[in-house]
């Protein structure tokens, strides 16, 4: 059977085509491939996104053998284990990459996986460190008492850096936010800069948090707020904000940054940890 | 034999197949055991899987949330995805997660009562191919009002240039059904951005 034509190569009606041209060129954000590399707990690395991608060769290879080009931000750098969204808390061993070293090192426990594959099925499929109990309605809720071992967040860096994701109060989703440049993905070293800067300046306060020191984290919070005005980890800012206040039992301050996450990020990694701090602090 | 699955099993179907709950004591194999396959992985994809979500609905931010979901359940099942159909696998699992967020932003709507705010979606032509932005909110628009298969179709073949074999896979349906569900597809869009274009009383720019 042959292989119908496709618009592009059979002239379909102008409007069409553009259409499709349009589709085909959006692009996401240097930031967005970033997140999605943190979320299953890569390291991030700055740009050449797309030429990592093309020197990392295929997906079949094994362990080592296909030499991967992996850039790498200065020499502060930790895993993030998601998690949120996935079920609770998961006190996830941190390992700072090495400097010099080329390689991530893989956490030294495994990762929550499994986005709800049902609705409905929400986050009872992931039995957290912490053993806690599932309400039938809410995920299961971490106990946000320990400092002992903190949650750990995903950590995005990104962002296009001139692209705000804008808040929208009152729920619903938000507008489309301009946060993914309709152009190819940043490449210019001082966008790899910002980024960067900005992994590390977000990466200070989840740290703090891991430490079990919410109060620095909240400190460190607001250096990083301070300076990137455009915040491409607003979602992890605000998740790491809620469970700070929640570990000092700032519960106001919780439940307003659990509400916001809730309602300007509703498709975050964060949301079951958001219901957990509202349902735990009425 | 690693990334294989047994012949005539759709890797869809491990998808679909509730997995065993996974704890924090399950060593998630391939992220690991191979960070650097997992990682590239991911930068081979994420565009893909990111324009996947975006023409099935989702706004850009939501998107980038969406993906990381897809990510790590594909991270998850990276041994049994067989290779060469990685992308039918990460499409299922986009498709997935961009429903149930439709599916949760139903229910938010419902619960709150409150308007979801749509962004008017400008949907006079583009003038020029410049105008992408434009062109694309009509492109969801037109998307939108497609039932599933019908949209899928357009999204792979069209959009992201899957053979009609990958389709057929992606979708669990026959070869032949692709061609079919194809020309309804391309009828459906072509007569809609038709009718679109001609209620646009004037076009922009024009003497």
């Given at each position: 059977m042959s292989e119908p034509k496709r618009w592009l190569d059979q002239g379909a009606p102008r409007d069409v085509e553009q259409l499709v041209r349009a589709a085909q060129a959006e692009r996401p954000g240097s930031a967005s491939l970033a997140r999605s590399l943190a979320a299953v707990g890569v390291g991030i690395a700055a740009t050449g996104v797309v030429a990592s991608a093309k020197a990392a060769g295929t997906a079949a290879s094994v362990g080592g053998t296909t030499k991967v080009t992996m850039p790498f931000i200065g020499g502060v750098f930790a895993k993030w284990a998601a998690l949120g969204a996935l079920g609770g808390t998961l006190a996830v061993g941190i390992v700072e990459v090495a400097t010099e070293s080329p390689r991530p090192v893989a956490p030294s426990l495994s990762l929550p996986a499994s986005a709800p594959l049902r609705p409905g099925r929400v986050q009872s499929d992931v039995s957290s460190m912490h053993a806690a109990p599932t309400a039938p309605s809410a995920a299961p809720a971490a106990p946000a008492e320990g400092p002992a071992a903190p949650p750990e967040s995903t950590a995005m860096a990104t962002a296009a850096p001139n692209a705000p994701r804008p808040v929208t109060p009152g729920g619903g989703h938000a507008a489309p936010s301009p946060t993914s440049p309709d152009s190819a993905p940043a490449s210019s070293s001082r966008d790899a800069d910002t980024l960067a800067a900005e992994v590390k300046s977000i990466d200070r306060a989840r740290a703090a948090l891991a430490a079990g020191k919410p109060a620095q984290a909240l400190g460190a919070l607001e250096d990083y707020e301070r300076v990137f005005r455009k915040r491409g980890f607003a979602p992890e800012a605000l998740y790491l904000r809620m469970e700070a206040c929640a570990s000092l039992g700032r519960t106001a301050e919780a439940r307003a940054a659990a509400e916001r996450l809730l309602a300007s990020y509703p498709n975050s990694l964060h949301t079951a940890r958001a219901r957990a701090v509202l349902s735990k602090n009425p | 034999m690693i990334g294989h699955r047994p012949p005539g099993v759709s890797p869809w179907v491990y998808l679909d197949a509730s997995p065993a709950?996974?704890?924090?004591?399950?060593?998630l194999p391939a992220m690991s055991r191979e960070p650097v396959r997992v990682e590239a992985f991911v930068r081979e994809h994420h565009a893909f899987v990111w324009r996947v979500l975006r023409r099935s609905g989702l706004a850009p931010a939501d998107a980038d949330d969406a993906a990381q979901r897809v990510f790590i359940t594909a991270a998850a099942r990276l041994d049994i995805i067989a290779p060469g159909s990685e992308r039918a696998f990460l499409y299922r699992a986009a498709a997935r997660v961009a429903s149930n967020a439709h599916r949760a932003a139903r229910r938010r709507r419902e619960t709150s009562g409150l308007e979801e705010s749509d962004e008017p979606a400008d949907l006079s032509a583009p003038d020029d191919l410049l105008d992408q932005r434009r062109a694309r909110a009509l492109l969801d628009r037109v998307l939108g009002e497609l039932s599933e298969d019908l949209r899928a179709i357009i999204i792979l073949f069209e959009i992201e240039g899957f053979r009609s074999s990958e389709i057929a896979e992606a979708l669990g349906i026959p070869t032949g059904t692709v061609a079919s569900r194809l020309r309804r597809a391309r009828v459906e869009v072509e007569q809609r951005v038709a009718r679109y274009r001609d209620r646009q009383p004037q076009r922009r720019g024009l003497p």
């Open positions: - | 709950p996974i704890d924090s004591t399950v060593a």
